[in-house]
């Protein structure tokens, strides 16, 4: 019922840029929080920022300064510019979104399938 497609990952050398997209479609009534995880190799999924639907932001330590969430709600997609990146950042980077759908008044999350993001010279 609900798409998430993400793009923008690759490989990018430390101090390198990158923005990754996540652009949702369905039957979407609205869309709540939206925010961006990140999984590398032998560790737990941690969240790297999160946006609300009034436009509040969360980052996580490691990338606060460096990174910046934004949404388009006329678009249902959400932005992740990554600056300065350092090979640390190295993950797969998965889009999660709060839906609540047309047919039902109730919250979903939906998770997008993964970005490889690799920052190595």
């Known amino acids: 019922q609900v798409h998430l497609v993400e793009s923008g990952g690759g490989l990018v050398q430390p101090g390198g840029s990158l923005r990754l997209s996540c652009a949702l479609s369905?039957?979407?009534?609205?869309?709540?929080?939206m925010g961006w995880y990140r999984q590398a190799p032998g560790k737990q999924r941690e969240l790297v920022s999160a946006i609300t639907s009034g436009g509040t932001t969360d980052y996580a330590d490691s990338v606060k300064g460096r990174f910046t969430i934004s949404r388009d709600n006329g678009k249902n997609t959400v932005y992740l510019q990554m600056n300065s990146l350092k090979p640390e950042d190295t993950a797969v980077y998965y889009c999660r979104a709060e839906v609540v759908l047309l047919t039902t008044y109730y919250m979903h999350p939906y998770w997008g399938q993964g970005t490889q993001v690799t920052v190595s010279s």
């Open positions: 369905g039957s979407i009534r609205s869309i709540n929080r």
